[in-house]
């Protein structure tokens, strides 16, 4: 059975900075992008950044500078450092990979 499983969420003061992880299982994904997306209260989900298989990555504009998406294929976990963090980025942060998702990580960002 796949599995990934989001770790990391929080409460956090504008400013600060969360970790958030994604632990796969039931198979590797490191011949497959990985990504981040996440969705805010009463909007639909939208993309945040994706870790390719072959090293690039990308990041939806308002995040690029203030998050570093990265990938340890070894352990088979995905990561997203989130800094300088901003009470518009809170919202339940998804990882993706193929056709499969996590449970969602909640990150709310006081202001």
């Known amino acids: 059975q796949v599995q990934l499983v989001e770790s990391g969420g929080g409460l956090v003061q504008a400013g600060g900075s969360l970790r958030l992880s994604c632990a796969a299982s039931?198979?590797?994904?490191?011949?497959?992008?990985m990504g981040w997306y996440r969705q805010a209260p009463g909007k639909e989900r939208e993309f945040v950044a994706i870790?390719?298989?072959?090293?690039?990555?990308y990041y939806l504009e308002s995040v690029k500078g203030r998050f570093t998406i990265s990938r340890d294929n070894a352990k088979n976990t995905l990561y997203l450092q989130m800094n300088s963090l901003k009470p518009e980025d809170t919202a339940i942060y998804y990882c993706?990979?193929?056709?499969?998702w996590g449970q969602g990580t909640r990150v709310t960002v006081s202001s």
């Open positions: 870790s390719g298989y072959l090293g690039s990555t």
């Open positions: 039931g198979r590797t994904f490191s011949s497959a992008n």
């Open positions: 993706n990979a193929l056709e499969y």
